[in-house]
T-cell receptor
Framework: SQQGEEDPQALSIQEGENATMNCSYKTSINNLQWYRQNSGRGLVHLILIRSNEREKHSGRLRVTLDTSKKSSSLLITASRAADTASYFCAPHGGSNYKLTFGKGTLLTVNP | DAGVIQSPRHEVTEMGQEVTLRCKPISGHDYLFWYRQTMMRGLELLIYFNNNVPIDDSGMPEDRFSAKMPNASFSTLKIQPSEPRDSAVYFC?????????????FGPGTRLTVL
């Protein structure tokens, strides 16, 4: 498995604005997942994008994947205070089931 | 389903004491993962099991750490003796092989403080 690196480390926005977080990785992947972690809780799976997909939507979430640049982005539209959390990407390649997480992006949505 | 269950939720102990963390994965899941999260190092995979067998323990920091999975519904992570630098939040996660979305389900974590 390989580790994704999220950028920025922290992001503060106003409610209603869009939030964009980025993830870079180093080697080829089969898929890439995004997870959310609310303060004091475990990680929750948000969305998975496969290596042959370029964009995927789920509600207010939009994920893009550029395998040539080895990068992904997570866009949260019309953010809410409840979106305040840390967001982690997990690029996955190979046949094992390991996931390796970076340090995440801490998103703060101010009401 | 109750999700992944971890106990205790909080543990405070003194240096040198033995600590045992417990995890009950989601029923039917055949993979179980133990992670440790700290501000400095982020979220680290310690060990994972498949069908109760340890597959990769390369993340276990040292011999003071050991993990077991005696059956499909229970796993323990033991630290003996504990040290202050072991203070962290320990998460257990499980998944079902063959699931197309590769999703892991995390428990709420155990916050360990070693004084």
């Amino acid at each position: 498995s390989q580790q994704g690196e999220e950028d920025p480390q922290a992001l503060s926005i106003q409610e209603g604005e869009n939030a964009t977080m980025n993830c870079s990785y180093k080697t080829s992947i089969n898929n890439l997942q995004w997870y959310r972690q609310n303060s004091g809780r475990g990680l929750v799976h948000l969305i998975l994008i496969r290596s042959n997909e370029r964009e995927k939507h789920s509600g207010r979430l939009r994920v893009t994947l550029d395998t040539s640049k080895k990068s992904s982005s997570l866009l949260i539209t019309a953010s809410r205070a409840a979106d305040t959390a840390s967001y982690f990407c997990a690029p996955h390649g190979g046949s094992n089931y390991k996931l390796t997480f970076g340090k995440g992006t801490l998103l703060t949505v101010n009401p | 389903d109750a999700g992944v269950i971890q106990s205790p939720r909080h543990e405070v102990t003194e240096m040198g004491q033995e600590v045992t963390l417990r995890c009950k994965p989601i029923s039917g899941h055949d993979y179980l993962f133990w992670y440790r999260q700290t501000m400095m190092r982020g979220l680290e995979l310690l060990i994972y099991f498949n069908n109760n067998v340890p597959i990769d323990d390369s993340g276990m920091p040292e011999d003071r750490f050991s993990a077991k999975m005696p059956n499909a519904s229970f796993s323990t992570l033991k630290i003996q003796p504990s040290e202050p630098r072991d203070s962290a939040v320990y998460f257990c996660a499980s998944r079902l092989a063959g699931q197309g979305n590769n999703e892991q389900f995390f428990g709420p974590g155990t916050r360990l403080t070693v004084l």
